[in-house]
């Protein structure tokens, strides 16, 4: 009798590997479905049992109307934020980056200015909205400076955490031949840090969505930070929350466009599991 192992052909093709993805990701994704449907009904019922006024709480169901009532508004503010984000988001993973490379490579100016980044994320950043807005105005520059000062921090604190946790018998051994600290810093610490990076680029994507709406409720004359807070004053409860979903559906977007990234530029890397 053979003792070489029998290959289930069936699994290796292209269909089968396929069906084999969607089940994955609908078993992943179906706890998360299930939850929100029974939050919707629950709370649809309870709205209408109690008779709550709109004006409090709007049902599902009018949140829906007005969703579709105010489309392209609504549609019109959601690219205008997402713009907003996009922009502020890739200037702040640059800039954290480089505030990163900066400290590790540079003893001096690292110790000089580490404590001086930490020492900014402590600034509530609610309170540099109106002042971006008087440096700069009611464009789009407020906006990403906002979403920078927000989000560059995980970026930064991850790539450091990433560049620091390197082997110290490797660094020895580029020593030992003769390495600068130039090519020590972008042939071993840089690569070992994606995965660290990466991870901070994640929640990064996800305060970008909050600097971009701080930013519209400071000063905008569009956006979804400008219709929640024209519908505010409108009394339009509805209107508010349908805003507020379209927030909440960037901030996924965002987030998961992040861990694609991810997935893409460290393969190799530990994924988070829900198994």
């Known amino acids: 009798m053979s003792d070489q192992p029998v290959t289930n052909f069936s699994e290796s093709r292209p269909e089968s590997r396929l069906a084999s993805s969607w089940g ?119 906006k990403i400076g906002l979403i920078l000062v927000i989000a560059f921090f995980p970026v930064t604190l991850s790539m450091l955490a990433g560049m620091q946790s390197v082997d110290r018998s490797l660094l020895s051994l580029m020593n030992s031949v003769g390495a ?7 042939r071993i610490r840089v690569p070992h840090s994606l995965p660290n990076l990466m991870a901070g ?36 409860t509805a209107l508010v929350f349908a805003a507020l979903l379209l927030v909440s559906v960037l901030g996924i977007a965002f987030y998961y466009a992040a861990e694609i990234l991810e997935r893409i530029v460290v393969p190799w890397a530990p994924k988070f599991s829900q198994s």
């Open 24 to 142: 994955a990701a609908t078993g992943s994704w179906l706890p998360a479905v299930i939850l929100l449907l029974a939050t919707i009904v629950v709370w649809e019922a309870v709205v209408r049992i109690f008779a709550i006024s709109a004006f409090i709480i709007p049902a599902p169901s009018e949140i829906a109307q007005s969703l579709v009532a105010q489309w392209g508004t609504l549609m019109q503010a959601t690219l205008v934020t997402a713009g907003e984000i996009l922009f502020g988001f890739l200037v702040s993973v640059v800039v954290g980056i480089a505030i990163a490379l900066v400290i590790v490579r540079f003893d001096w100016l690292g110790r000089a200015l580490y404590p001086l980044v930490v020492l900014f994320q402590n600034v509530p950043k609610v309170a540099l909205a109106p002042i971006f807005i008087l440096w700069f105005g009611y464009g789009l520059a407020p």
């Open 180 to 186: 600068s600290r130039t090519q020590i810093l972008f």
């Open 201 to 236: 680029t994640k929640i990064a994507a996800t305060l970008s969505v909050i600097g971009a709406i701080v930013g519209e409720f400071a000063g905008a004359s569009d956006g979804l930070g400008y219709v929640i807070q024209f519908a505010s004053t409108q009394l339009d």
